[in-house]
């Protein structure tokens, strides 16, 4: 079994042949960039942890090769630079790379996005994240990912935007991003 296909159940009708032909797509792209030189991982925990070796986030790596991770992304085309970043920097932290070569594989459109984040690059991106995320008095700003956020149901921030729509009973907006949406 291929490294995508072994992932795959045995049987499940929600996986359609367009799946089957957009995970196809992505392991050629996948078997196209890796180097014969570093071992191919699929799902790998990344972590990052503080000096005392505290965890402070972790992530899974669809596909890393030394120091290249692949990240197949099967729905929209999003600013994963954070997340990237975020990989990249444990990836650098774990075992002591420079730089890391993204490539976000967006099997719904037959796209590669490369590019490469160096640990100067996400290491300060990453502590103020942290920094912010710890902040008990931080506002939380809405923004794409919101649906991924297990503070969604009771979110000020997003309890403003659906308060906004609902005052001005205004239903067909000029955009739906959470982020888009004015809070008056």
């Given at each position: 079994?291929?490294?995508?296909?072994?992932?795959?159940?045995?049987?499940?009708?929600?996986?359609?042949?367009?799946?089957?032909?957009?995970?196809?797509?992505?392991?050629?792209?996948?078997?196209?960039?890796?180097?014969?030189?570093?071992?191919?991982?699929?799902?790998?925990?990344?972590?990052?942890?503080?000096?005392?070796?505290?965890?402070?986030?972790?992530?899974?790596?669809?596909?890393?090769?030394?120091?290249?991770?692949?990240?197949?992304?099967?729905?929209?085309?999003?600013?994963?630079?954070?997340?990237?970043?975020?990989?990249?920097?444990?990836?650098?932290?774990?075992?002591?790379?420079?730089?890391?070569?993204?490539?976000?594989?967006?099997?719904?459109?037959?796209?590669?996005?490369s590019?490469?984040?160096?640990?100067?690059?996400?290491?300060?991106?990453?502590?103020?994240?942290l920094?912010?995320?710890?902040?008990?008095?931080?506002?939380?700003?809405?923004?794409?990912?919101?649906?991924?956020?297990?503070?969604?149901?009771?979110?000020?921030?997003?309890?403003?935007?659906?308060?906004?729509?609902?005052?001005?009973?205004?239903?067909?907006?000029?955009?739906?991003?959470?982020?888009?949406?004015?809070?008056?």
């Amino acid at each position: 079994a291929t490294m995508f296909e072994s992932r795959l159940p045995l049987y499940d009708e929600t996986i359609t042949d367009d799946d089957h032909e957009r995970l196809k797509w992505a392991k050629e792209q996948v078997d196209l960039r890796v180097s014969d030189e570093h071992e191919v991982e699929v799902e790998v925990k990344l972590t990052y942890s503080d000096r005392k070796f505290k965890e402070l986030y972790f992530g899974h790596g669809d596909v890393v090769n030394g120091p290249q991770l692949f990240d197949l992304k099967t729905g929209e085309q999003h600013a994963y630079w954070p997340q990237m970043a975020g990989y990249a920097l444990a990836l650098c932290d774990e075992r002591g790379y420079k730089q890391v070569d993204v490539h976000l594989l967006y099997s719904r459109f037959y796209k590669v996005k490369s590019y490469t984040i160096t640990k100067e690059q996400a290491e300060p991106l990453i502590n103020d994240i942290l920094v912010r995320v710890e902040d008990p008095g931080a506002e939380p700003t809405p923004n794409e990912f919101c649906g991924w956020c297990k503070n969604r149901p009771a979110c000020p921030a997003l309890k403003e935007r659906v308060d906004a729509i609902a005052v001005q009973q205004k239903w067909q907006l000029e955009s739906y991003r959470v982020d888009e949406i004015a809070k008056d």
